[in-house]
């Protein structure tokens, strides 16, 4: 494996992508926007009752014990002087959704073994001289008709605008405060005990505006599980942050870029990466490709990156059919690229890919 500060080379078999049609398990399509206006409360409501009436069905975040009455003195402090709209926001989403039919998951569920792509980029790199950051979502199939696009407008308080699961308030994407954060799973041996839940800690960050200031929260409080979130500001810093039961790592932008797959790079978290299972090999050889393979393609475009050409690269057909744009095909595991996300945060503006970015077209929606 070659040092990130070289071009790599892989050692990971690389087929040809065949010349027959790569399989399309999720057609053409646009993920459904969930609008909501009004006071904290009454967004949370609204939000709720949308989810309730739709997606009945979807349990996973329908979570309902009164988290916000819980905190430790210390983080109520910061939610009450960082979001003291989201104690309401979360009360209206509780009324709104109504009593769970199933038994209540965890506040933060414990996500599947997925295999996300995530980036950022400051306007030094870029086009027009302004930052963007996005991902793809390697999951089961069926997520692709899961996903919903969330836009909060609150009354004094942060537009929310992020691909989100039903009932889910961080998801993937941006606040009007210009921070935004795309995250992926972290293969690693165990999870952090003790911490913040990543969503707790997650929303702390999207209220701020740094990501040393989101990396100062992360290290004083811990994070739990295991995870990594690539967060962005208004100023176009871009870096990632990994924990694991190892502790909190942060894995800095390189020449204005930062990518990340699903491995640990940091001090703290490395040394308890684990990959488990028939394809665990292949699987970390395919992780680091798509962070530092990535890493070069976005590189290449150095001064004239693109929204447009960053979905060009995350739709990188290198290692098909898995790799940076994954397909699903016989034999093979069956996670695929479900979406793909990129945020322009001065712009106020997500473009979301239902599926494959190198099957379908993005659609654009606006703070």
């Keep these: 494996m070659a040092s990130p500060g070289d071009r790599p ?57 009164a988290w916000w009455t819980e905190l430790a003195p210390a983080v109520q402090a910061l939610y009450e002087r960082r979001a003291p709209h ?24 414990t996500p599947a073994v997925e295999g996300c792509t995530s980036f950022g980029v ?6 027009d001289g302004e930052p963007f950051s996005g991902q793809t979502k390697d999951t089961q199939t069926h997520s ?29 994407g941006m606040w009007s405060t210009g921070m935004s954060i795309f995250r992926n799973s972290l293969y690693s041996q165990a999870g952090a005990e003790q911490g913040l839940p990543m969503a707790t800690w997650g929303l702390l960050m999207l209220a701020g505006s740094s990501v040393y200031d989101g990396l100062d929260l992360a290290r004083r409080f811990g994070v739990a599980s295991s ?22 790592s942060a894995v800095p932008a390189r020449e204005g870029i930062a ?25 970390e050889e395919n992780s680091h490709y798509r962070m530092h393979g ?24 290198t290692y098909y059919p898995q790799g940076t744009c994954r397909h699903w095909v016989d034999g093979k595991p069956g996670m695929e690229t479900t979406a793909a996300v990129v945020v322009e945060p001065t712009k106020g ?19």
Excluded at 153 to 163: M, S
Excluded at 276 to 283: F, I, L
Excluded at 297 to 313: V, Y
Excluded at 350 to 366: K, S
Aim: charged fraction near 15%; charge should be negative.
């Design 227 to 248: 995870g990594n979130c690539l967060i962005s500001d208004p100023q176009g810093e871009s870096l990632s942050v990994e924990f694991n039961a190892g502790g909190v």
């Design 122 to 127: 400051s306007g030094s790199v870029t086009l």
């Design 86 to 109: 989201l104690f309401d926001l979360f009360q209206g989403l509780s009324d709104g959704i109504g009593p769970a039919t199933a038994p209540a998951p965890s506040a933060t569920p």
């Design 349 to 367: 503006l997500l473009h979301v890919v239902r599926g494959q970015p190198c099957a379908n077209w993005p659609v654009t929606y606006t703070i």
């Design 9 to 65: 080379t892989f050692d990971l078999p690389s087929p040809a992508v065949p010349r027959s049609p790569i399989p399309r398990q999720v057609p053409p399509g646009t993920v459904p926007l969930l609008a909501v206006e009004g006071t904290a409360y009454d967004c949370g409501r609204e939000y709720g009752e949308l989810v309730r009436e739709r997606y009945p069905f979807y349990t996973n975040y329908r979570e309902h014990r």
């Design 294 to 317: 990535f890493w070069h393609l976005l590189h290449s475009e150095s001064g004239r990156l693109t929204p447009q050409r960053a979905f060009a690269a995350l739709a990188d057909h």
């Design 259 to 283: 990518t990340h797959g699903n491995h640990a790079e940091g001090a703290e978290t490395r040394p308890f990466a684990a990959y488990v299972g028939k394809e665990g090999a292949s699987e």
């Design 144 to 172: 692709a008709y899961r996903y919903v696009v969330l836009r909060m407008r609150i009354k004094d308080a942060p537009t929310i605008l992020v691909l989100a699961y039903p009932g889910e308030v961080l998801g993937y």
